[in-house]
């Protein structure tokens, strides 16, 4: 079921950005709009890191098999990895545009046009946002929450696109009109350096999850707080890492029959807490130290 919803999100994002790359598209070189352009190929992009989106999550939760004996849990964070790097080019390579537009006198901008996409745009983009917003009450996983920030970044995009031609317009019936044609790129350098930390965290985010880095402070503290609950101690060796949806715990080898039980459960309240899929693994630990194993 929780499957299906995020199925669902995905593909909702995938066809609401394929309607506005492809309006954009046509109504960017008509307007002759490099700002109009850049949103337009930022939809394009969503369009195929949706779609990216939805394969990581169909081979994520494909069982485990004789080439895969681990399944493959890292797909997603090697998704939202591709997705960070694609937005960063996206927004350096339109920086660089802007900047040699702005050196070169500017550019000239159909504003009617412009603003008639800015409005239709900003409308289209909230509500996308909105409805993932409004699903993640009921799957709150690593891919969704990079398409709720991936749409929270176009929607204020779109936004600051709107805002900007506006005040071009309004510019245009100035003294100040002739440097309305400076307005568009300069909006790009601006809005595309902004938002340039979005892709940094979901690459920073996917890293982690890549190398199974330790999950966030409020897992270990939830996990730590249903310990005590049962009377162990929070000390206890338990390795914990986050990888997409999926949270993996290595129990320690040398523990307690009547403590197993309670671990296993605790650990369980958790995931379905997280909306993650559990992973126990128990056996053999290295003591990396005196190069023992226990």
């Not at 997705?83 to 000239?108: D, H, Y």
């Not at 601006?190 to 940094?200: E, K, L, Q």
């Amino acid at each position: 079921m929780r499957t299906n919803i995020e199925r669902r999100v995905l593909m909702v994002s995938a066809i609401s950005a394929a309607c506005f790359s492809i309006s954009g598209l046509i109504l960017g070189l008509l307007s002759g709009s490099v700002m109009i352009l850049f949103d337009s190929a930022y939809s394009l992009l969503s369009l195929a890191l949706a779609s990216l989106s939805l394969l990581a999550l169909k081979l994520a939760h494909q069982p485990a098999n004789n080439d895969y004996p681990f399944g493959r849990i890292t797909i997603e964070p090697i998704a939202i990895l591709v997705k960070g790097v694609v937005i960063a080019l996206v927004c350096l390579v339109s920086m660089a545009f802007s900047l040699v537009s702005l050196l070169q006198g500017g550019r000239e901008v159909n504003l009617d046009l412009a603003l008639l996409f800015g409005v239709v745009n900003v409308t289209g983009c909230a509500v996308t946002w909105a409805y993932i917003h409004h699903r993640k009450k009921d799957v709150n996983t690593a891919l969704v929450n990079a398409e709720q920030r991936q749409w929270q970044m176009d929607t204020w995009l779109s936004a600051a696109v709107l805002l900007g031609f506006m005040a071009t317009f309004a510019m245009s019936y100035t003294q100040f009109a002739e440097y309305a044609r400076y307005a568009d790129p300069l909006m790009v350098l601006v809005i595309a350096g902004y938002f340039s930390y979005i892709p940094v965290r979901l690459i920073a985010q996917a890293l982690r999850q890549i190398l199974f880095a330790a999950p966030a402070g409020d897992i270990r503290a939830q996990i730590d707080a249903k310990l005590s609950d049962h009377g162990i101690a929070s000390d206890k060796p338990l390795r914990i890492a986050q990888v997409g949806s999926f949270l993996i715990a290595q129990l320690p080898a040398r523990l307690d029959a009547s403590c197993q039980p309670l671990i296993h459960g605790a650990m369980y309240e958790v995931a379905q807490q997280q909306q993650l899929r559990l992973l126990l693994v128990q056996g053999v630990q290295a003591d990396i130290e005196s190069g023992s194993v226990r």
